[in-house]
């Protein structure tokens, strides 16, 4: 049997998916023994050095470097599921930062032996530097998502999540405004305290960020009718994937997305986009006129958790990870 290793990266909600999933349901070892529990140093470093191939997520540190250059004689898999190449908006120190861990990215991509991504996008860029880029796609674990809605509440909940709640709603800042205002609508923001100084200006219920460990039972006991999912049209966000849309179908929360003029945001797969209602501009109108067919939000929510159990569910899907680490043994 194909013995695979998991280095971690830096930020614990992509180890989950990109690398947890995978590990927990192919048998596969890496830096958490347990969810959310690391290995020790010298646990990891023996179980690296038994391992057929290693998977590094999100090359950003140095001491990543060091791993890097330490299992070198391995099968070595690079991962990664977002860029940091010219991400809008960030400036100074940041943008220093950003410059740097692109850099890292760029020179480990091209030495690996294999590159996996999450999205079609993403895979064309790195495959400019890589001949050998695959598509493994995010996906969800049905036992981590347990619908248990509160039943009361009195007006229309709009969920503002995560990374949208940091800058991409800024687009539609009018509209959220306007939005706030209205008698029975309320605007539900998820999101790092930091970001709290943007939304000035729009009425809405603020929920600090939490661990991912927490994230499932706190976005359920948000009990959103809808989940907006506003991106602006850049480099950064055509790398993302659709995962808010595979989480929020879980808890059966109804999706409008964005949408690009070209077809090519991440919520405009043929197949996904049949379960959501994309919107390109005027987000007033679009979440307005949704609110006014309640039945139609739920029947398509039931519709898109079950499209997500059938396409994205690691229990099914687990194996294509398996299947490429196989190719490299040939």
Known sequence: MIKVYFNYGLYNGCNYVRLWLPQKHNGFNGDWKEIGKTRSP???AQLMAESDVVVMHRLMTE?????FSLVNKKKIVVDNDDTYKDPIGIKGRLRKFANQIDNNLSKFIKRADL???????LKSEYEKINSNVVVLPNCVDPDDWQINKPLFK??????IIGSVAY?????????????GEEKDVEIVVLGDKKETASWKGIKCEYHPYVSFEKYPKVLNDLNLDIMAIPREDNYFNRCKSNLK???????EIPVLAQGFSDGNSPYQNPNDAQHMIIVYKNWYDAIMQAKQDREHLAKMAKGAKQYVLENYNIKTKAKLWK???????I
């Open 63 to 67: 001491n990543q470097a060091r791993v």
């Open 115 to 121: 590159v996996t991504v999450s999205t079609e996008f």
């Open 42 to 44: 010298h646990e990891a």
């Open 245 to 251: 849309f595979l989480e929020a179908s879980m808890l």
């Open 154 to 159: 009195n007006k229309f909940r709009v969920g």
């Open 167 to 179: 800058d991409d709603f800024k687009i539609c800042y009018d509209d959220l405004k306007r939005l």
């Open 323 to 329: 299947i490429q680490y196989l190719k490299l043994m």
